[in-house]
């Protein structure tokens, strides 16, 4: 990593309140060239929840001084009741989170300093607004990088997976997001005299968003609004593209490519949730900074940056690797396609058995703790450890030995003969690596809610004894098989957490010789003819200086534990987003979470996820903290909600509420 202390623009960093149609006014950071009064400069905007003041600022300093450095007036606004902004916060990527954003993008294109022109980055949920505001089409908007980022709210978030909830994060999500929309602005930013009103108004206005993404558990208008599929005609500014093969939105990379109109390049490496420029693993990381330079000089400034002679995916082939939960760096290598779907992928359909008999299958209702995290971030114990465990638990249908070595690039695919024993089922598939010594490696996998095979937007129960033929896709990916191991497809009903199980404990019957194995297969020579794809190193702004503190009682990041009298297995979680910190401006942040997932063996019932936060900003004079809890479970017929948040201000008790809330089970 390359730091820049100097740029060849100078730059100032101001805050400012920009003006929303209704008055409520959102707090604004930008970094910008000094001499942009009289030589304007581009603006780009980051737009997030997650707390400029605090829970993002190092990683801000990375890049906003960068870009300003460089011709721009990189900007960071706090959304509406959130950070440092006013107003309160009531749902994600709502109207008038939205709106908002219009509102900033046309102001911003109205300041004296600047061109006229704006560009929208961002990832995860600075990703997802910037695909949302552009399908607006505010005029200024003439480009977005969108890293991490979904363009379906409900097949492809952090609430629903293959139309089953999403446990492990529907809950956690939802229990971050109580413990962030529950902080207090900053007195440095908004007065001594308003932080406390302000805090007060958001308390006031909470409600946990678990109660509002439960209550929609097909694809109806809520999930419908804001998902960029629904209309992909509807963006006409430059889209950038960007995801890890580590992340759960690198599916919309992929769709966006095939489906947008407007012009499109799509990036996919080996990533986790993260930045490609940030080093954490897995790696290599790119000079990802200077990429998106070239896209920003080339649609706000008009220069040759060469940037639109990329070819349209540019995709890493992750090379074999042995099971972990962690890796530096990936091995592998960088294709490139000018088409998609590309002539060089082509479907390899393979049956998964042979046999005229039918096998059952019936896993284990822990099957799944080996699944890994659902948002790797960069953590040791993020990714699927070995499979073995997990193949045991579920049904296993093997390949020969490979002759040569096989390299998928895109979403393969599933298709099952099979019946159900209940009305409601889940199936998952798993793709593995399985090597000569028996280790296999996770290389893909995929889930369906057997209520949704005829479409999301509906819940249709099976008729037992009736078989049927489903088929789903699984996440997408680029990986290589090597000569002598084996392609597994490893069939489960269960995949606790990530899947919620339905009220009742069933079976599957497959049938393997009429189900089958869809891999798209890339010709390892299609890219004989073209120039190596290359990247710079990465390089960013100076670090802030920052003192991570080491936690006063260390613990795990990851445990798994199973009482054998009871038959309970309990997962537990420390999701580790950065610790505790202290701030080159005095601020002291303190953060403690942790997630809990519980089920017994046999009884479906006895799911139960929980999360729990405490939070503490404090510099002299200044002391908040705020502790919240969120815990799902369920009855055969409705889910049980339980959230309470506690809010202390020196001392004194500023809120304290909790909220016990059932919602009928509709096809989860």
Known sequence: MRYRETFDREVRVEDVWIPTRDGTRLHARIWRPTDAQTTPVPALLEYLPYRKSDWTAPRDAQRHPWYAGHGYASVRVDLRGSGDSEGVMRDEYDETELADGVDVVNWLAEQPWCTGKVGMFGISWGGFNALQIAALRPEPLKA?????SADDRYDNDVHYIGGAVLGIDMLAWAGTMLAFTA???????VGEDRWLPMWRERLDALEPYLHTWLAHQERDAYWRHGSVCEDYAAVDAAVLAVGGWADPYRDTVLRLVEHLDAPVRGLIGPWSHQYPDRGLPPGPAIGFLQETLRWWDHWLKDQPTGVMEEPLLRAWINDPVPPATSYATMPGRWVGDDTWPAPSVTWDERPLGGGTEPVIVRSPLHTGLDAGRYFPFGN????????????????CFDSAPLDERVEILGRPRVRLRLDSATRRAHVIARVCDVAPDGSSTLVTRGVLNLMSRHGREKAVEWEPGREEDVEFELNGTGYAFPPGHRVRVAVSDAYWPWVWPHGERGQLTVRPAESALLLPVRDPGADAARAPITFEEPEQATPLAITVDAPAEPRPERTVTH?????EWVLDVDP???GSRTYPDGLRYEESARETYRIRSGDPLSAVASSRWTIRLRREGWDAEIHTSTELRATASEFIMDSSV???ANGETVASRAWQHTIPRTSA
């Open 563 to 567: 009482d054998v009298a009871t038959g």
């Open 646 to 648: 506690e809010a202390r």
């Open 144 to 148: 977005i990088v969108t890293v991490c």
């Open 183 to 189: 902080r207090p602005p900053h007195p440095t930013s």
């Open 380 to 395: 040791a114990t993020d990714l699927p450890p070995d499979q073995r465990e997990e193949d045991g638990r579920s049904v």
């Open 576 to 578: 580790n987003y950065g």
